[in-house]
Structures are given as structure tokens and as C-alpha cells.
DNA sequence: AGCCTATGTTAACGATGACTAACGTCCTCG
DNA sequence: CGAGGACGTTAGTCATCGTTAACATAGGCT
């Protein structure tokens, strides 16, 4: 009541569809009126949601980076030793990449069809989920230097992130064993 | 003189430059002028060289997955025993990798730009490289059953591929870190 | 009832961008 | 030397696609 909340439906339903349609066919590759389509209206109707195409981007784009953050500084609050933390962090970005295995995939590649502001915006909060990843790695591991625990954590969110790409397992086996291969891959530094 | 040899350097020129280009803004992203100015000429000049826009694509990247696959096929080959094969292959993997971030990215985001006729072809290539991998996991580790190996080597993929995301330490330092990453997750299944 | 807003629809418009045409130039080879 | 092919150039063409315009309709509020 007070701000501006209640009209969650309809931009959320396009929103996922147009995730949907990127991550198959990559931003460029997805016309208005496919998205259109996917939710049942057909084409210039989705201007009445959005200013543009690239809005719809921006604000997947966005959205997905700033839950991700939001997310893993959460974790790492809420652990006690940085062992913990980092155990949270690693459970957090496979849970994340195996229930939005679309959203990973937009993320990962149409980020630079994004205008300047936005890339920027969304860059900046891929960096500082980057460093919550790297004090982490750096309290568990005094001796890691940054650039190798950047570097570290970047391998990691690769393989996290090629859920997308198996996905033959079901989920709480594929989950495990992301987790398992994740720790190790740490624990080899 | 026999068959059809004699004619590497422009191709070649023309293919690397469109692969740069490629993987910083994407196939859509790029356009067939932008990838001959990167080459000195300017654009429907590359007609005389490549049937189409489409078809540079298709070689890049048919290129890039029988590299793979070969190379894969040639290191098992020459190792002694699984450890030794799987070994070989980490390091295959990495020093492509590293030596060819623009490749691994455009791999991984463009398959879909492609003609079904095509995309089905890298995909046959990408199905067997990883079946080599699975191959010669299950050898090292006979527990493993298939569906887990396939999955393990796309992680191990994704691991190893992150290179184009950080690539801030000098190449030797990087190629130490992902082998022994990939090693550690390995054997954490 | 009567209006206003939210939400659609279809028909242009305009830009972009891949591709083709028509035309030059040099290098090679008979 | 002179013809032909390899390689470029610039100026169209044509399709695609994002976006806007003009026009409906349905539901809530006064």
C-alpha cells in the first residue's frame, strides 16, 4: 500500500518466459513476438510492461546478480568459522544454478548485450560476489593470495555453473555432486 | 596440388579475427563490416572468402570440436594407464583453453546461431569428446557409473573453461591452479 | 450510467544488417 | 603483351525486427 508494491503476475510470467527464450536461443536470437507468444499475448503488448526489449534484459540481468550477492552475503553471515561459511557459499551457488539453469545460462552469456549503464551495474555485483567468495576462500586458506583465490572461485562457478549443459542426473544427486567436486577442486589449491 | 591445398593466410586471418570479435559480443552482436575492418578490409569483401556470415560460424566451431576431439583421442592413446590418460587430458584440456579463450567462449555461446544441419555436427563432435572422458574415467574409477562420469567431465569442462572469466594470473601459474583443481574435484567423486 | 485506466490488437514505420551487383585493379601465365 | 582470375570497393536491395500509432474492450470507482 504504502510504496508501490501488488502487480507481481504478469511482468514476473513474462520475465521467466523471456529467460526461457534467451537462454535456448541467446537475446539476439528471440523476437518480441516469440516472448510475446510464450505468455499468450501476441507482440507489441509487452510494451505495455516494458520500455524495451533491453529493459527486459536488464532487469533479468540485474535481478539475477543481486540475488546471487544478496544471497551468498547472507550464507556467509550467517556461518560461524569460515569453514562453515564457505560450505554455505558452495550449497548456495549449486542450489541457485540447479533451480535456474536458464537464468545461469542468460547470465553467463548475453551480459554484453547490455547497454553500458547496465553491464556496468551488473559487472559491479558480480565483482563483489566475487570478493564475499574470495575473503571467504582467504580466511579458510591464510596462505591463498588474492588473485589465486580470484582465480580459484571463478573455476568453481564454472563448474557449478555447467549444470545447464548435464542435467542427467536428478537433483539431489547432481547436487551432491557439484558439492563434493566443488570442495575438492578447494581443497587441491 | 593434389587435392585442394594452397590458400591458408587470409582464411585464417579472416576466422581468428571473427572469433575475437565473436567472443566479445556475441555472433548477433557483431557485424559483417566490424569483421572486415578487423582484417584491414571492408565488408562484403569477405564474400570472396567465406559463403556467408553463417558459414565462418560453422567453420570456427566444427574447427574447435574436432580439434578437441582429436587431441582428446590422440592423448588417451598415448598414456600408458587410466591416471596417466586422465592426466593427459586435463592438460589438454587446459593448455586449449588457455591458449584459446576466445574459442572456448564463442563454443560455449554461439552453438545455437548455427544452421540444425550444423549444430548437430559440432554437437556429435562435443558428444564424443565427452564420451572419451568417460571412457577413461570409468577406468580410473570403476565404481563410476555413467550417467555420474557424464556429469563429472561436464564440471571438470566447466572448471577448466572458466579461464576466459579471470585469466589474471600469467599463464603457468593458471595452468597449475585449474590442473590441480581439476584433479582435486576429480577425485573428490 | 459514465469515465478512466489497464491491457490488448493490428498496421505502419524506420533502422539495421546480411547479401548481391557492377565495377576496378593487379598479378600471373600462355 | 594481353587475357583471366583473385581480390577489393561502393552502392544498392530486401528481410527482419524493434518500436510506435491508432484503435478496441473490459472492469472498477464516483
Redesign the pocket.
Known sequence: MSTDAA?PS?REQILTAAAEKFARAGF?G????DI?AAV??????L???F????AMLAELLTGISDRLLLGGKQRVDAAADPQGALDRLVRWQVEFALHNPALITVHMRDLDSLSDRDRRRVRESQRLYVEVWVDVLRRARPELDRPRARAAAHAVFGLINSTPFSAHLDTSAMSRLLRDMAHGAIAAI
Do not use: C, E, M, T
Not at 528471440?30 to 513476438?33: A, E, P, Q, W, Y
Not at 499468450?40 to 503488448?45: E, K, M
Open positions: 502487480k504478469r539476439h528471440v523476437g518480441i513476438d510475446g499468450g499475448i501476441s507482440g507489441p503488448a510494451y505495455r510492461h520500455r524495451s526489449k533491453d
